[in-house]
């Protein structure tokens, strides 16, 4: 009798719990969807950024200016309602941050929301007062409107580069060549809570200077395969709910206690980034009651693995030990992030894109942290198919796919404007300083003769 009232009630629970997150998933594809209308009304600013290369300060800049940067932007965050979100669709903005290399030259832009313009544009000018910034069309949405299938366009192809040439001009390439983007999204290898290797550990050994971290990405990007193709880096990112670091925090402590611990296993990758949502409504309502089930069936079955939070050697190596490494992240603001990467092939050759953008990902492998954290391939897709024409257009529209969530100082380490150090070849400089005209200067109106 008793044990078939504990099945009964057994059943009914996990009916409740399946039940919820049916109408869980259910709502946020709803959300999504309104989002995804929503900001496509928000008006956006393409911002081209050069930098003067003659900047005493450039090698004392870079990354470290760039995450104070990030930290004034997460100013931009404001609370929003779950019924506000679910009925009219308003969301975090977003803001992509992007490097390209069009027309023989590596370009850095920002795209944000116009009415963040001007604080963006502050910003930059009180780190860089010789900046040069202009607003140009947006680089990825004019760069090509691929048709499909490519064959039917390769007869025309050598006269169209033709008339490239002829016409060519600082906005970039006309929309009626034909062409191929082959474009990826990188993901965390592991749990979201364990960092990448930031730029603080890339240091000149003999002279204690600042490594450009971005040496790797744009050697990658300036050897394009033909002249008239274009490649690019995009990192989006928007505010996260700041509840996002108090439940991380009780996820690790919990892994540190033994629950969860399997190493790098899939279940534990899963709970890190099941059990931080910031919703405090499905934290009481789901995860807490959950929760206290699944720790007594851990202690129950003996499956608990408490840590060795100390570990000497690493320290002496790093700074830090394995488990104290996600407290130097959870102390950070935070964004939601999808990085993708996009190469563009006139030709329309398939192998040599893909190739491209498979180079371009290898190059953030100075990230990787042995049995830590590092970035990788979660998708590849090329627009001669369905999957690749849906990344395309994710990239066009600055989309956030399955966002990972990374700290201030990993975005700046992935982003930020180059350093007077960066070998590169064809960075686009800022060669000539712009200065005021003389206040006394005769102006016609006054002088009509």
């Known amino acids: 009798m008793e044990f078939g009232f504990l099945t009964t009630a057994l059943i009914v629970i996990i009916g409740i719990v399946l039940g919820y997150n049916v109408l869980f998933s259910l709502i946020s594809w709803i959300i999504r969807k309104r989002e995804a209308v929503w900001y496509g009304k928000q008006p956006m600013s393409m911002l081209r950024m050069l930098v003067p290369k003659e900047d005493e300060d450039a090698p004392t800049k870079g990354p470290i200016v760039m995450e104070q940067i990030f930290n004034t932007l997460y100013g931009t965050f404001k609370p929003i309602g779950f019924f506000r979100r679910l009925f009219t669709g308003e969301a975090q903005p977003v803001m992509s941050f992007e490097i390209a290399h069009i027309d023989g030259q590596i370009y850095f832009y920002s795209y944000i929301p116009k009415k963040y313009k001007r604080l963006i544009e502050s910003q930059l000018y009180a780190q860089y007062p010789e900046l040069e910034i202009e607003e140009i069309e947006d680089t990825i949405a004019s760069a090509l409107e691929v048709s499909k299938p490519f064959e039917s366009q390769k007869k025309s192809f ?169 407290n130097k992240k959870l102390t950070k603001i935070a964004f939601q992030s999808t990085i993708r990467l996009g190469y563009l092939s006139r030709a329309g050759n398939i192998f040599e894109s893909r190739l491209k953008v498979e180079e371009m990902a290898a190059s953030f492998n100075q990230f990787y942290w042995a049995e830590v954290n590092g970035l990788q391939i979660a998708t590849i897709e090329d627009t001669s198919t369905r999957a690749g024409m849906n990344l395309y257009e994710a990239m066009k529209k600055r989309s956030m796919n399955g966002p990972m969530i990374l700290g201030v100082d990993e975005l700046s380490t992935l982003y930020h404007l180059p350093m007077k150090t960066l070998e590169t070849s064809n960075i686009a400089w800022v060669r000539a300083k712009k200065l005021e005209p003389p206040a006394e200067i005769p102006i016609p109106q006054e002088f009509p003769d």
Not at 302 to 314: A, Q, R
Request: glycine share 6%; with cysteine.
């Open 158 to 326: 050598q006269k169209a580069i033709q008339k490239y040439s002829a016409e060519k001009t600082s906005k970039g390439f006309q929309s009626m060549l034909p062409g191929n983007i082959c474009v990826a999204e990188l993901e965390l290898q592991q749990p979201i809570i364990w960092p990448f290797k930031t730029y603080e550990f890339f240091v000149d050994k003999d002279d204690k200077t600042q490594v450009d971290t971005l040496s790797s990405l744009t050697s990658s990007i300036s050897k394009l395969h033909h002249d008239y193709d274009q490649a690019w880096f995009q990192l989006v990112i928007r505010p996260q709910r700041p509840l996002w670091q108090k439940y991380s925090l009780e996820a690790f402590e919990l892994i540190k206690k033994g629950y969860f611990n399997t190493r790098w296993g899939g279940l534990t990758k899963w709970f890190v980034r099941w059990y931080p949502s910031p919703w405090f409504w499905h934290y009481w309502l789901i995860k807490v009651p959950i929760m206290g089930t699944i720790k007594l069936f851990w202690k129950g079955f003996g499956l608990m693995n408490p840590v060795e939070t100390v570990n000497m050697l690493e320290k002496k190596e790093v700074g830090f030990t394995y488990w104290e490494l996600p």
